[in-house]
């Protein structure tokens, strides 16, 4: 009878340790293991999670309506960068300022106006919070509003309203009243026009004042010009605006036209009238977007068009020509207030309100609020909105829109930028300005990648290919086993050193003999192959000399010397073909040598018409071959020389040559080997940063130019997110960059490895 | 392939010969580019620290110049021969470039005068001069006719360079640590502002403290100002060099062979446990070496139990089928994603998400000044750990499968448990595997530049990552890196060519270190192979 459990002496137990220790540390690898796992594929997700945010629309969430000005919408209304103290500004002589959380008082500041004048017009320059107004004696004048904060125990804000009033001016000759008013500062100029009554009839006049610097800071204001534009008018004007840059008077007419009026020289000079709408249409509403050079305009039957002010082709002066149309209104625009950040702008018509985007043309957000809405106003902030009702309450909502300006047109799209002269893919991330328009088309980059791979493997191909053919097929055994190695030393080599000796030595040699290097490239095979041919006619005692599989270590000199002569040989060449001409087509003669100029580097742009750098896509893709040729060579190696050898015998057996039998035998068999490490060098040529960073002027243009630079996916990443603010939109798109880098790599690398897996099957059949 | 049949002796011609020596090409080609690069850089490397002969240079225009002949070349313009000069003797109202090409063809004359002195200097670069006389301090005064001239000037520069040192200290190490109590004093009265008045006064002291320590360092600096060498330029100029600010000086053409290769070792050993001086350009990279290997030892440190962890998973416990096969496929995938992604991941996670949480948690006083929510040694390291986990993962792998099954059957038929098998046989069996791969992980890391820039990597750290202020191991500190520094030394100098031999020296050691870790593991992967190829049925 076998002993039952309880009969086996305690000593043949395991002791309780060992199995808790056991079952302890199984399930600690087993946890660790699926953690560290996941782990790994969480930098996938956490990579898409801060890409998402991109492709969110704006968020929009009502916060309060209050009541603001009793009764009636008040002429014009604005509001302070934190949104606390909005005020309005009923045309009287004083201004209310409402507490937006509703605990102070509404508390109002006098104004002094000239004696007696009824203000008839006035406008609100959010950006330098400003109110310019217009009277009914034909004067303009401005008042400006500035907020102080205060920071009180426990960092709780106090804001103080103040108002400085400006000097008053007479427009025109006479004294009618003030329809319309417009104001641009401009630093030193500023200008001020007005659509003014007389005689029963509309009339345009601006005034432009000069501010005179000194050292004492800004001096004193005078009036420079004084000018009626009525003449140059096509029609009777309705409304006008006045861009910030102050250098000139846009004037809408009823017949639909919108002239334009340069300021900025000695005299008023018209230099545009353009029908925005198809004829018949009037323009209900023009508004100025962030930047003051691209107009909004909608007609009455809510079509809204973007004109923006750029220099035509064909043209030498900045007009402005459509170039968006954005989705249709419900009707004319009624209402319109812009964004001090971006392009961002708030309209609509009516009761519907929308949040549009200029560079993408995209609606960010839109709803029907419910209520006739009569004004509009963004903070400085661009957090909040606040809308008018025709009762005088003003309902205010947060705005959450930071990244207003990606979305697939702007990452994929031609998107036609403020001051281009066509649409195009631009990627041109930061620049000078607040106003800067960022330009973040990720096409040039990925075309740039795209172009640095091709030229890399162009080089790469051939001769990790053929290197692993003749490694895996014909090498000796004994010496395979240094030469294996040796090139796999070539895949460590770091790719901040290939590609400082790509910038600082290679480049300087390649951009003065490029005829020579095309000669090296040409001339090199050919003489293996003409050595290779005449050397099988050779008798059979003299083939004999040479072992097999020693070719290689034979043809290292005569490579070596044949490389030399068509290195020197190069120059002739250049002086033959690469002469330089002159305008007439006359070829350019050296004073010194009397002989015909000949450059390769000067040569190149003219025959093509396409530039010629010093740190090209020659240079990347040759030093790029040095980490890619041995990623291929590897994997193809082993690929070849895991083909059965009784096949290769079997091949041999019946007569084959070892040529026939790695053409017809084991080139078939590697064939998806061969493949999966084409891709796997793609996969590494995709990636690599520090060879392009260096070795290319990294500009992001798009042309398939050898001698020309690129910006690829990854050295744009390597060049701009350091500099990037976290979180910013620029920030989030160089996370998709790196997206689209992972996924296209990860692709690549699961196709080649399939592939692999599929082969290995392969040889278990055979 | 071992014993492929005999293929060639017959008596036709066979067929393809021409495509076989094709194919030889493509293998020779690869061959010669990889000793060529090696080549190319191990020479220029070494030239670096190789003492050149000083040569007084006549030329058709301009006055006479004595510098070194650093490189011979033929113009590529021009098809004549140029050489690359280095004249050295910088100084604060003449700071031109010391580096530049002379076409042979504007030569007339050359000559390799006796008496030429070089000296390296603390500022301004190298100079190159013929010595006059000196002036001790004491005012005692030694033309270089002298015989004494030579010993007299070493013992000066012995004395100048333990002041220096001395300097050093005071600057470095007791200035530093007062500094530190006042950095610490400072946010301790923004977090305690009721007890400001003591605290006040306690910097107060402090600061009296350090002005003594500063006073104490100007006046050591002032006196190393005061034993003057006299020197004649070629163009016939003299100026007085402050012998504290030498600290080598030689006489190249009276040099011998061996004199020259001692001289080649002592300036690589500078090189190597120096501090870097003028931008870079100069000195030693001893911080850029130790930063290196901070975070190459940190990042094994990581990916070492990480990666065996992870390994013994997939192919101990984790059931063999579809997932795991699809899990390995996507780890051993991961080698090839670019190293830039796990740069961007490394910042966006690691820096800006953890990094600033840990300041909100730990290091709110010294905020909005971010203590590890910025790029830093330890964020550096487990980026890279994570871009060379599937190096790990996939050697330690494959080292696990590559153990014999008997011998796992033997262990538990002998009734060792599961984790006993693993540990006491599987573990061992397989570790030069586990080896192989982290030296290759080492080496990777070693090498990579590219996410490093965006996780802490620094052109110039004023402190290493390790030292022997407490807590010792400064996790949070910016470091330097050989890797880095060849691209910042290289493309971010104002004079490129006087940075280029930094450069190419700095570029030699990186390559070596790699290359050796490369080499290793691939020695270490041939053994194992033959060792199970012999084991295994």
């Given at each position: 009878m076998p002993p039952t459990p309880s009969d086996v002496?305690?000593?043949?137990l395991v002791s309780k340790g060992t199995l808790r220790f056991d079952r302890f540390m199984n399930a600690a690898i087993r946890l660790g293991g699926l953690g560290i796992i996941i782990a790994v594929f969480g930098i996938f997700i956490f990579i898409i999670s801060q890409v998402l945010p991109l492709f969110r629309s704006a968020e929009v969430k009502e916060i309060a309506a209050m009541p603001f000005a009793a009764g009636k919408a008040p002429m014009v209304f604005g509001i302070d960068e934190w949104a606390e103290l909005p005020f309005y500004y009923e045309g009287g002589s004083d201004v209310t300022f409402v507490d937006a959380a509703g605990v102070k008082p509404p508390r109002t500041l006098p104004l002094t106006l000239?004696?007696?004048?009824?203000?008839t017009a006035a406008s609100y320059i959010s950006a330098d919070q400003l109110v310019v107004i217009g009277t009914s004696d034909g004067q303009i004048g401005t008042f400006t509003v500035s907020y102080t904060a205060e920071f009180g125990e426990g960092g709780a804000r106090s804001i103080t309203p103040d108002l400085t009033m400006g000097e008053f001016y007479p427009v025109g000759t006479s004294g009618g009243a003030i329809r319309a008013v417009g104001y641009g500062d401009g630093g030193e100029t500023k200008v001020v026009a007005a659509v003014q009554d007389s005689a029963g009839k509309p009339e345009v006049h601006a005034v432009v004042l000069k501010q005179k610097r000194s050292l004492m800071g800004k001096g004193k204001l005078t009036k420079d010009g004084d000018y009626d534009l009525t003449p140059m008018l096509?029609?009777?004007?309705v409304n006008l605006r006045v861009p910030r840059t102050g250098d000139a008077v846009l004037v809408t007419t009823a017949e639909g036209v919108v002239d334009y009026i340069f300021l900025g020289g000695d005299e008023p000079e018209k230099r545009q009238e353009f029908?925005?709408?198809?004829?018949?249409?009037?323009?209900?509403s023009i508004d100025l977007i962030f930047g003051d050079v691209s107009l909004v305009l909608t007609d009455d039957t809510g079509e809204m068009t973007i004109f923006s002010l750029l220099v035509p082709e064909g043209s030498d002066q900045r007009l402005f020509v459509k170039t968006k149309t954005l989705a249709n209104l419900?009707?004319?625009?009624t209402f319109f207030a812009r964004s001090q950040r971006n392009k961002l702008f708030l309209t609509g018509s009516g009761q519907q309100v929308s949040l549009r985007h200029?560079?993408?043309?995209?609606?960010?957000w839109e709803q029907n609020v419910g209520f006739e809405v009569k004004g509009a106003v963004i903070d400085a902030k661009c957090a909040s909105f606040a809308l008018l009702d025709a009762g005088g309450t003003l309902h205010r909502y947060s705005l959450d829109d930071p990244?207003?300006?990606?979305?697939w047109k702007a990452y994929f799209g031609k998107v036609w930028y403020e001051g281009a002269s066509k649409p195009e893919y631009t990627w041109q991330s930061?620049?000078?300005?607040?106003d800067f328009e960022p330009k973040l088309s990720l096409r040039p980059l990925i075309h740039g990648t795209l172009k640095g791979t091709f030229w890399a493997l162009f080089f790469a191909i051939p001769v990790a290919l053929l290197a692993a053919v003749y490694t895996a097929q014909f090498l000796r055994v004994e010496v395979k086993r240094i030469v294996k190695p040796m090139m796999e030393i070539m895949a460590s080599l770091p790719s901040v050193v290939l590609g400082f000796l790509a910038a600082l030595w290679l480049a300087p040699i390649i951009e003065n003999r490029v005829p020579s290097l095309f000669l090296v490239f040409g001339g090199v095979p050919l003489l293996a192959a003409l050595v290779g041919a005449a050397w099988s006619r050779l008798p059979a005692q003299r083939r004999a000399m040479l072992r097999p599989g020693m070719e290689w270590v034979a043809f290292i000199p005569l490579m070596l010397l044949a490389a030399w002569g068509f290195w020197s040989l190069g120059p002739v060449l250049e002086s033959w073909i690469c002469v330089i001409k002159d305008a007439s087509g006359q070829p350019v003669i050296?004073?010194?040598?009397?002989r015909a100029v000949a450059d390769f580097r000067a040569w190149w742009p003219q025959i093509t018409g396409t530039p010629f750098e010093q740190r090209n896509s020659l240079v990347v893709g040759v030093m790029m071959g040095f980490a890619v040729i041995p990623v291929i060579f590897t994997i193809a190696e082993d690929a070849l020389s895991n083909v059965p050898a009784s096949l290769t015998a079997a091949s041999a057996a019946l007569g084959a040559s070892r040529w026939q039998t790695l053409r017809t035998v084991v080139l078939p068999i590697a064939s998806s080997g061969i493949f999966s490490a084409l891709m796997i060098g793609l996969g590494r040529a995709v990636g690599e940063t520090m060879i392009v960073v260096m070795a290319?002027?990294?500009?992001p243009v798009m042309d398939w130019n050898l001698f020309n630079g690129m910006r690829t996916l990854s050295a744009n990443i390597a060049t701009e997110l350091p500099e990037a603010p976290v979180h910013s939109t620029l920030y989030r798109t160089l996370f998709l960059g790196a997206l689209v880098l992972f996924a296209l790599t990860f692709m690549l690398n699961t196709a080649a490895e399939i592939l692999r897996h599929r082969l290995r099957e392969k040889y278990k059949l055979v | 392939m071992a014993d492929r049949p005999p293929l060639t002796y017959s008596i036709k011609p066979p067929k393809g010969e021409a495509q076989v020596w094709l194919t030889a090409m493509g293998l020779a080609v690869g061959i010669v580019m990889v000793v060529a690069l090696l080549g190319l850089i191990v020479k220029r490397g070494t030239n670096v620290f190789w003492p050149k002969r000083i040569v007084e240079i006549q030329l058709k225009e301009g006055g006479p110049l004595l510098a070194e002949r650093v490189i011979s070349q033929?113009?590529?313009?021009?098809?004549r021969e140029e050489w690359l000069i280095h004249s050295g003797n910088k100084s604060k109202d003449d700071p031109g470039t010391t580096y530049r090409y002379v076409d042979t063809?504007?030569?007339t004359g050359t000559a390799e005068p006796q008496g030429v002195m070089k000296a390296e200097r603390m500022e301004y670069g190298d100079a190159i001069f013929y010595p006059v006389s000196l002036t001790a301090r004491d005012g005692a005064s030694i033309q270089?006719?002298?015989?004494?001239f030579r010993a007299k000037l070493e013992s000066l520069m012995k004395t100048g360079a333990a002041e220096r040192q001395q300097v050093q200290r005071l600057e470095k190490v007791e200035i530093g640590r007062i500094n530190k109590k006042i950095q610490d004093l400072d946010v301790k009265i923004k977090v305690h502002p009721e007890q400001a008045e003591a605290l006040t006064a306690e910097k107060a002291t402090l600061q009296a403290e350090y002005e003594k320590l500063a006073a104490q360092a100007r006046g050591l600096h002032e006196a190393l100002g005061k034993d003057l060498l006299r020197c004649r330029l070629v163009s016939g100029e003299e100026r007085d060099q402050?012998?504290?600010?030498?600290i080598r000086v030689y006489e190249p053409n009276k040099l011998g062979f061996w004199g020259r290769l001692k001289l080649t070792f002592a300036r690589f050993w500078d090189f190597l446990s120096e501090d870097p001086r003028e931008a870079n350009t100069e000195g030693g990279i001893f911080p850029a070496i130790f930063g290196t290997f901070v975070m190459t030892i940190l990042m094994s440190l990581v990916v070492t139990p990480l990666g065996v962890i992870a390994a013994i998973y997939l192919r101990?416990?984790?059931?063999?089928g579809l997932l795991v096969q699809v899990v390995r496929i996507s780890v051993n995938n991961l080698a090839g994603v670019p190293s830039i992604v796990f740069g961007v991941f490394g910042l966006g996670f690691f820096v800006y998400t953890i990094g600033s949480q840990v300041d909100s948690w730990?290091?709110?006083?010294?905020?909005?000044?971010?203590t590890f929510g910025t790029g830093g040694v330890l964020w550096a390291s487990l980026t890279l750990a994570l871009l060379t986990l599937p190096v790990v993962i996939v050697a330690t792998e494959e080292a696990l499968a590559s153990v014999p099954r008997g011998v796992r059957e033997a262990a538990l038929a002998c009734g060792a448990s599961k984790w006993q098998t693993i540990q006491r046989v599987v573990l061992p069996a397989s570790a030069p595997g586990v080896l192989t791969g982290v030296i290759l992980a080492m080496a990777r890391g070693a090498g990579e530049v590219a996410p490093l820039m965006l996780v802490g990597v620094v052109k110039?750290?004023?402190?290493?990552?390790?030292?022997?202020?407490?807590?010792?191991?400064?996790?949070?500190r910016k470091f330097m890196h050989l890797g880095f520094h060849i691209f910042d030394v290289g493309f971010q100098s104002p004079d490129s060519l006087a940075a280029q031999p930094m450069v190419y020296a700095t570029t030699l050691l990186l390559i070596t270190l790699v290359v050796v870790m490369n080499l290793a593991a691939i020695l270490l992967r041939n053994k194992l192979r033959k060792k199970y190829a012999a084991g295994t049925f």
């Open positions: 002496p305690d000593r043949f000239p004696g007696g004048a009824q203000v096509t029609g009777a004007p029908k925005p709408f198809a004829e018949g249409r009037k323009i209900a419900a009707g004319p625009a200029s560079t993408t043309e995209q609606v960010r990244h207003p300006e990606s979305g930061t620049g000078g300005t607040d050296d004073a010194a040598t009397g290319t002027g990294n500009t | 033929k113009n590529l313009k021009t098809g063809g504007e030569i270089s006719t002298d015989p004494t402050a012998i504290g600010e030498l101990e416990y984790a059931r063999q730990f290091f709110s006083d010294s905020l909005p000044t971010p110039l750290a004023p402190s290493l990552p390790l030292d022997t202020t407490a807590p010792f191991i400064h996790a949070e």
